[in-house]
């Protein structure tokens, strides 16, 4: 089994910035692509940045330029470096990673159980 643990959520203001962090633990052989989605109040879930291991990342148009995923893949964690956020950004983040735990193992997807970020004044 492999747990994700998400934190670093809260209220913050517009314009102003958060950062997310996705600890994952557990038996883990590899992780091969983590990522974060959100979802928001009365939406669905969407993705918001991925990272694959050899750190190529993808955004949806909505956050780029004010988002950053980064992971450290000793720790296998990953982060999100929320700036300049909107009220629009108001979302449960959940931290997602496609897991193999052992070499012939087939990959999985993991996920987190939500952080909440709420933006507002």
């Known amino acids: 089994q492999v747990q994700l643990v998400e934190s670093g959520g809260g209220l913050v203001q517009p314009g102003g910035s958060l950062r997310l962090s996705c600890a994952a633990s557990?038996?883990?052989?590899?992780?091969?692509?983590m990522a974060w989605y959100r979802q928001g109040p009365g939406k669905k879930r969407e993705l918001v940045a991925g990272i694959i291991t050899a750190g190529t990342t993808n955004y949806a148009d909505s956050v780029k330029g004010r988002f950053t995923i980064s992971r450290d893949n000793a720790k296998n964690t990953v982060y999100l470096q929320m700036n300049s956020l909107k009220p629009e950004d108001t979302a449960v983040y959940y931290c997602?990673?496609?897991?193999?735990?052992?070499?012939?193992?087939?990959?999985?997807?993991?996920w987190g159980q939500g952080t909440q970020v709420t933006v507002s004044s």
């Open positions: 557990g038996s883990i052989f590899s992780i091969n692509y």
């Open positions: 997602y990673a496609v897991v193999r735990v052992s070499m012939s193992a087939q990959a999985y997807n993991a």
